[in-house]
């Protein structure tokens, strides 16, 4: 496999995985926001209002992720041919279980949540909704086990070059499994709240707000931050379990050049590999907080006793840095924003259009610290499929260079259009709502 077939094989895989955990995390996050406001929907009409309008746009988040999943099945098997055979016993029943619970879970109780509120119970209905958000978090569970398992192949062992599992307790909840999906749950969370005040912002341009306007605003964002904080503190316990198991991660993120006691963590540089040595740097204090210190209890190996199985530097280094910004940024401007919404009241239509423009700004910052989080997480193993066992050259295709560059430019294609007709049906449900809810006995 030539280095250009690799680059474009992880390319269109990143680019299917991205789009699919893109919309399983909106599709996540929205399913445990449409349940909170069915629970307040029988004492407030704000989120009886806010339920209608945002159970649409779950819906068309939860087709598109369905959507796009499926190619990414296929380009499984394709691209990486020789994965099922080397880890089929461990990821085989774990992509089957998300499928399966996809289907049958959220499948079936999704057709009741849309289409029976006119002739369910309130008290069934809001059942039939928590189920739909239980079903998309078990599905949310298969995916975070199997992306944590290639980060940590716990409870599974190698017997003559395939993983066999010694004990699935372990590997559905060892490792960084209950971590990683709390951080999918948090993104999700996060995701949801700076949609619904990004669109809440572009609804007060066009038309006066309601009581669901004003309910999204305020608890999107308290949402918005405690999820903000909530996946800070998961990704530092993530960066704790992970620290003695990737030392070539640990080595890019530094930049620890030689083995040896641990160099001190800078806060910004560019490094300089054909130089083993950063262009320039910006040092960060000597006395970090205990919870990001390196452990200084024997030597880390540097980047130059790592040559041919650490990842690529520039982007591992980078792609944290950026993350940390990001979260930085979000939690300052979502801070400010409940501040002065405390002063003056949390009334949309009183936004200025620069306080419109920040919270539309807000929902592109969250998409760019997720694809930062997952882009690190994903990067960071490379080259490896499975951590320390199972390089992604020696699973990869054969297929040409031609042929991966035609099926590259189609996904592009065929995603920028997807993702262009999102936010066109976003942009209409926005601007002219949604049909009311027939009256049932009395019921909405």
């Known amino acids: 496999m030539t280095q250009t077939a690799w680059v474009l094989s992880l390319s269109q895989f990143y680019l299917s995985l991205g789009f699919v955990l893109f919309f399983l995390a909106l599709e996540l996050g929205l399913a445990w926001v449409l349940f909170g406001f069915r629970l307040f929907a029988g004492r407030s009409q704000a989120a ?59 499948s079936c109780f999704l057709g009741a949540m849309l289409y029976g509120q006119r002739t369910l119970s309130d008290r069934i209905h809001t059942l039939v909704v928590g189920m739909v958000a239980a079903g998309t978090s078990l599905t949310a569970w298969w995916i975070a086990t199997l992306l944590a398992w290639l980060q940590w192949p716990a409870g599974a062992v190698m017997s003559e070059g395939r993983y066999q599992v010694a004990d699935w307790l372990e590997l559905l909840g060892g490792g960084v499994a209950p971590v990683l999906f709390g951080m999918l749950l948090c993104g999700g969370l996060m995701v949801a709240a700076a949609l619904m005040l990004a669109v809440t912002a572009w609804r007060t341009e066009v038309r006066p707000s309601d009581e669901g306007d004003r309910s999204v605003y305020v608890w999107g964002l308290r949402l918005l931050l405690l999820a903000l904080v909530l996946q800070a503190v998961l990704a530092a316990v993530l960066a704790r379990q992970l620290l003695p198991l990737q030392p070539a991660r640990v080595a890019a993120v530094v930049p620890q050049w030689n083995s040896g006691a641990p160099e001190r963590l800078s806060l910004i540089a560019w490094p300089d590999e054909s130089r083993g040595r950063a262009a320039w740097r910006l040092a960060g204090p000597s006395d970090w907080p205990e919870w990001v210190r390196l452990p200084a209890d024997g030597p880390l190996r540097g980047l130059s006793d790592l040559s041919g199985i650490r990842p690529p530097l520039l982007a591992t280094y980078l792609s944290v840095r950026l993350a940390v910004a990001l979260t930085g940024v979000l939690m300052m401007m979502a801070a400010w924003a409940l501040w002065r919404g405390r002063r003056l009241g949390h009334e949309p239509d009183s936004l200025s259009r620069a306080g419109r423009i920040g919270l539309r700004a807000m929902a592109w910052l969250v998409v760019m610290l997720q694809a930062a989080g997952w882009g690190h997480l994903l990067i960071g193993n490379l080259p490896y499929a499975i951590q320390g066992t199972v390089s992604l050259r020696e699973i990869g295709t054969n297929a040409s260079e031609g042929a991966l560059w ?14 262009v007709g999102f936010h066109q049906l976003l942009r209409h449900a926005t601007r002219y709502g949604v049909v009311p809810v027939a009256r049932h006995r009395g019921r909405a």
Request: proline content about 4%.
């Open 48 to 106: 009886l209002l806010a339920y209608r309008f945002w159970a649409r746009v779950f819906a068309l988040s939860l087709i598109l992720g369905f959507a796009a999943s499926l190619p990414l099945l296929l380009q499984l098997g394709t691209l990486w041919p020789g994965f099922m055979d080397r880890a089929g016993e461990v990821a085989g029943p774990l992509v089957g279980m998300a499928v399966l619970t996809t289907f049958i879970f959220k």
């Open 406 to 419: 035609a099926v590259l430019g189609l996904q592009l294609v065929v995603y920028g259009a997807l993702a």
